[in-house]
């Protein structure tokens, strides 16, 4: 093969790898949302004879706690007996201030101090003011919430009632992402699509699988099965701390529900592009497992499946005029990446159809998938270095 030869070959390879990548990471996402379990719609009946605690841990989330807190009050009542705890978790903004505004007139509303964390004891995370937290209720279910949280009126009761019904330990609710800065609409729809592809939804609520996962914006727990695994005090130290719960609590035999909530939570994670970028650095490598060709491989397929049509398509117009007696390739590769950024398109209509998910900047997905690229290898270095492997300017390390 002449030189000639290899670069069109090169061209039409990559251009055909991105559209296929992309056809599986569709019908595999049809495939999982078919068949994942769900929340269950709400039903009219009698609060159940049982008591609720919510946890909000809150550092610096001045800019989210007041509505999320509303939310919360907004909701249903799910039990007899039913609270809100916010535990402030040594802020140095307003977040105290805004949690109260919203929610000092309930009166099934607290707020409380963590206090500063123990001396040489690593604490990373929310893990010490969940644990703080826990030290100040009694009731018969947790259940802990992140700040960047919206509840629709009837998660509560919805999420209260399945975990009773079936007897869960420990329900988590996976959130549908919402997007409000342009950092976001470039990446959180490629996120979105690379979580639901990945997370073993349908092994996590096979009791006869080891595979356990959850998501820490929505934790349901049994308070007597939280307390036998040592709760978020048992692992301090642990970044991924929703994992970790999740594991000891199919580990220990206990009965872990994983379900799609996307009508009843919503999550948005980042406020611009600096805090983005700190959160997915921060989970990117630890989300698969420290493994540096996982981590940097997932990355590179990012690149291929979302940026490269992108650059091909103009690629292949300059080229047709430059080497016209190569026009078939061109042709070729002009063809395939179209059809590559069609599938982008699509996969967006899909989840505009399937979550309410706006098609907002959909074009700039090639631009997102270099941000995905760049997260990769930033993740690793940042992870096993603990350089600036932080999360709202706290050290990890």
């Known amino acids: 093969m002449t030189l000639a030869l290899l670069e069109p070959l090169l061209f039409v390879a990559a251009a055909g790898s991105a559209a296929a990548g992309l056809l599986i990471l569709q019908l595999g996402l ?9 929340l269950k719609p709400a039903q009219d009946v009698a609060a159940p004879d049982t008591s609720l605690t919510v946890v909000i841990p809150a550092f610096n989330e001045a800019h989210n706690i007041e509505a999320c807190v509303a939310s919360v009050l907004a909701n249903q009542p799910p039990c007899r007996d039913w609270s809100l705890l916010v535990v402030d978790d040594e802020s140095g903004d307003a977040t105290v201030e805004n949690a109260l505004q919203a929610g000092s007139a309930a009166p099934h509303f607290r707020l409380i101090q963590a206090g500063p964390r123990p001396v040489n004891e690593r604490w990373v ?21 992140d700040a960047d949280v919206r509840l629709m009126p009837d998660a509560l009761k919805r999420a209260l009632a399945q975990a009773l019904d079936e007897q869960a330990d420990l329900l988590s609710l ?20 690379l979580l639901g592809l990945g997370f073993p939804i349908l092994e996590t609520n096979d009791p ?4 356990a996962f959850a998501a820490g914006p929505f934790m349901l727990f049994k308070a007597s099965t939280y307390a036998q695994i040592g709760g978020h005090r048992a692992l ?18 206990h009965r872990l ?4 909530g996307l009508d009843a939570v919503d999550l948005r994670m980042y406020s611009d592009l600096a805090a983005l970028w700190e959160g997915w650095t921060k989970n990117w490598f630890l989300g698969l497992d420290r ?13 291929l499946m979302f940026t490269v049509p992108w650059l091909l398509l103009p690629a292949s117009l300059l080229l047709l005029w430059l080497q016209p007696l190569l026009a078939s390739a061109w042709w070729w590769v002009l063809a395939l990446a179209s059809l590559a950024i069609l599938q982008q398109l699509l996969l967006r209509l899909w989840t505009r159809s399937n979550f309410d998910v706006p098609l907002s900047y959909w074009w700039l997905m090639g631009a997102g998938g270099l941000l995905v690229g760049a997260i990769g290898p930033v993740s690793i270095w940042r992870t096993r270095t603990g350089r600036g492997w932080t999360w709202k300017g706290r050290a990890l390390n």
Do not use: T
């Not at 893990?127 to 009694?138: G, K, L």
């Not at 529900?257 to 799609?260: D, F, G, K, S, V």
């Open 30 to 38: 049809q495939r999982v949302f078919s068949v994942a379990p769900r």
């Open 125 to 145: 995370g929310k893990n010490w003011a969940c644990s703080r937290a826990v030290d100040q209720v009694s009731s018969e279910w947790l259940l802990f919430i």
């Open 174 to 193: 996976a959130p549908r992402l919402s997007c409000g800065c342009l950092a976001e609409w470039m990446v959180q729809p490629i996120m979105a699509s």
């Open 208 to 211: 006869a699988s080891p595979v």
């Open 236 to 253: 301090a130290g642990e970044v991924v701390e929703d994992l970790a719960l999740a594991r000891a609590i199919k580990g220990g035999g």
């Open 257 to 260: 529900h994983y379900l799609l």
């Open 291 to 303: 493994d540096p060709v996982k981590a940097l491989g997932a990355a590179l397929v990012v690149v």
